[in-house]
Nanobody
Framework: QVQLVESGGGLVQAGGSLRLSCAAS????????MGWFRQVPGKEREFVAA????????YYADSVKGRFTISRDNAKNTGDLQMDSLKPEDTAVYYC??????????????????WGQGTQVTVSS
């Protein structure tokens, strides 16, 4: 079992930056892949970014590529999502997630077992 807690959300103007953090506790966080998804009311949860267990491989949605950076520190059991050049369409609740490293696609929410409670990100125009 892994418990995840996000922090760092808030209100920012378009073009600004935010850094989301995910603190993990429980079983060895380093054994899991980690990801970030986001969701707006009335829509399905959407993949944002993911990182392999050792941090060697990263994956991004096309909509955030070049603007967002995912990272992790297994020694501290934390993961971050640096978000730059934010746009109003980035407004959503952002969720940190973790799943077994042996699973298939990094892009599907079905491949992740553990989820945080979410943190709101609002980008004003």
């Amino acid at each position: 079992q892994v418990q995840l807690v996000e922090s760092g959300g808030g209100l920012v103007q378009a073009g600004g930056s935010l850094r989301l953090s995910c603190a993990a506790s429980g079983r060895a966080f380093s054994a899991y892949r980690m990801g970030w998804f986001r969701q707006v009311p009335g829509k399905e949860r959407e993949f944002v970014a993911a990182i392999s267990w050792g941090g060697r491989n990263t994956y991004y949605a096309d909509s955030v590529k070049g603007r967002f950076t995912i990272s992790r520190d297994n020694a501290k059991n934390t993961g971050d999502l640096q978000m730059d050049s934010l746009k109003p369409e980035d407004t959503a609740v952002y969720y940190c997630t973790a799943g077994p490293t042996s699973r298939g696609s990094y892009y599907s929410s079905r491949e992740y077992d553990y989820w945080g409670q979410g943190t709101q990100v609002t980008v004003s125009s």
